[in-house]
């Protein structure tokens, strides 16, 4: 008997270490600042936002990236639901504040659990998608 609740105690005990870990992990993911080189905030999107480019940053948005960050970027994909984190809103001021390079170098190195475009995706391909976001910026 004696043994029985001591068990128990232990048991509630390593539950609540567990869940302090995973409440503090799930905190800091959160709150970490996504700090980009400022070399890279300065690049330059090689491609002008023309119809060419627009064609070929929806092509590409549609097969990498809707699945997570929906059709207008709201962040409400299919998947999005499934995952640890919030999905980034591509509509938002916080986003489309940004300079081109500066959501080049996130897309490119991707952090969990949002995937690293450079990866699969090829410069110009990247460069189109950032001009295909442009287009999801609320206009008032
Ligand atoms: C598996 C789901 C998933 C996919 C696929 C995905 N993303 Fe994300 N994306 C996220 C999540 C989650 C975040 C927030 C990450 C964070 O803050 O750590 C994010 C963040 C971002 C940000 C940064 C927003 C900010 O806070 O500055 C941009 C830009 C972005 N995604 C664009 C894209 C583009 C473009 C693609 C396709 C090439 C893509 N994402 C594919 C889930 C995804």
Redesign the pocket.
């Known amino acids: 008997m004696k043994i029985n609740i001591r068990k128990r105690i232990i048991v509630k005990s390593t539950l609540m270490v567990f869940a302090f870990f995973y409440a503090t992990l799930t905190f800091a ?2 709150s ?1 600042p ?1 700090n980009v080189p400022e070399a890279a905030k300065l690049k330059k999107n090689p491609y002008p936002s023309e119809e060419f480019s627009l064609d070929r940053g929806k092509k ?2 549609k097969l ?2 809707i ?3 929906g059709a207008g970027g709201k ?1 409400d ?1 299919t ?2 639901g499934k ?1 640890e ?4 809103d ?1 509509s938002s001021d ?2 489309q504040n ?1 300079s081109d390079g ?2 080049y170098w ?2 490119s190195e ?6 690293i ?1 450079k990866r699969t ?1 090829t410069d110009d391909q ?1 460069w189109d ?2 001009n295909y ?1 442009r287009t999801f910026k609320k206009t008032q």
Request: with cysteine; hydrophobic share 40%; net charge positive.
């Open positions: 993911q959160h970490t996504w590409s948005y990498d990236c699945r997570c960050h962040g994909g998947s999005s995952l984190k919030t999905v980034a591509l916080l986003v940004q500066e959501l996130k897309i991707g952090r969990k659990p949002m995937p475009a995706l990247r998608i950032i976001i």
